[in-house]
């Protein structure tokens, strides 16, 4: 049972254009929500995470935002650049667990030059 | 060295085969676990040892055997793997597994394959 459900799966976006991943989740007790990047031959390496006590958390040209009464949760990639090629995906916590996560599925990102 | 190591980089064994993977962190961190990677499937937590102990296991198959002799090295013993266990298998750490496993540094993986 998939409790974090990540989509696109893959996205071909072009340089300077917007990319956006959505990530819907079930019940949680705890807030705090990352997102992940991992270029190929690398490990996953976290990239932004939000707090729901606000619905916006921007850091450079990456922006989380969050719809609580949703359950959902999205990256935006302003300005998109060919180095922000990469796999990303969310996690959400597990249900009563504030150390435990579901992750995504991940989606490929290929930014065209 | 800095952050997290991971060896050998690529790993082809047969299911007869014993072979171990091993992790490294220069980081001072207290936690380290490990995560497999499938193709199109969700990361999978596997093991977390939090200074040293275990403890988490989640339903991992015995075939894979842990070891964390300190808390800047972590091993993954395998031994008669099936073709499915075929993944990228992750090292990462963190200052401890009390609410810091979400901001871990991973290493770059071992990318097993199981002939």
């Known amino acids: 049972q998939q409790q974090v459900k990540q989509s696109p799966q893959s996205l071909i976006v072009q340089k300077g254009g917007i990319s956006i991943i959505n990530c819907a989740y079930e019940n949680t007790a705890f807030d705090y929500f990352p997102w992940y990047q991992q270029f190929p031959g690398k490990g996953p390496a976290l990239l932004i995470a939000i707090r729901p006590d606000v619905s916006e958390k921007k850091e450079g040209r990456f922006t989380i935002s969050f719809n609580k009464s949703a359950k959902q949760f999205s990256l935006h990639i302003m300005d998109s650049q060919p180095g922000d090629s990469a796999t990303y995906f969310c996690a959400a916590p597990k249900g009563d667990n504030f150390n435990k996560f579901y992750f995504g599925s991940g989606t490929k990102l290929n930014v065209k030059p | 060295e800095t952050g997290v190591t991971q060896t050998p980089r690529h790993l082809v064994m047969g299911m007869t085969n014993k072979k171990s993977l091993k992790c490294e962190q220069h980081?001072?961190?207290?936690?380290m676990y490990w995560y497999k990677q499938s193709a199109k499937k969700p990361l999978e937590l596997m093991f977390v040892?939090?200074?040293?102990?275990?403890?988490e296991n989640n339903s991992v198959p015995s075939r894979f055997s842990p070891e964390c002799p300190n808390s800047s090295h972590l091993f993954l013993h395998l031994h008669t793997l099936q073709p499915e266990d075929s993944a990228l298998y992750l090292c990462?750490?963190?200052?401890?597994?009390?609410?810091?496993?979400?901001?871990?540094?991973f290493g770059q993986g071992t990318r097993l394959t199981v002939v």
């Open positions: 040892y939090n200074f040293k102990e275990q403890t």
């Open positions: 990462a750490s963190s200052q401890d597994a009390l609410g810091r496993i979400a901001e871990a540094f």
């Open positions: 980081l001072g961190h207290n936690a």
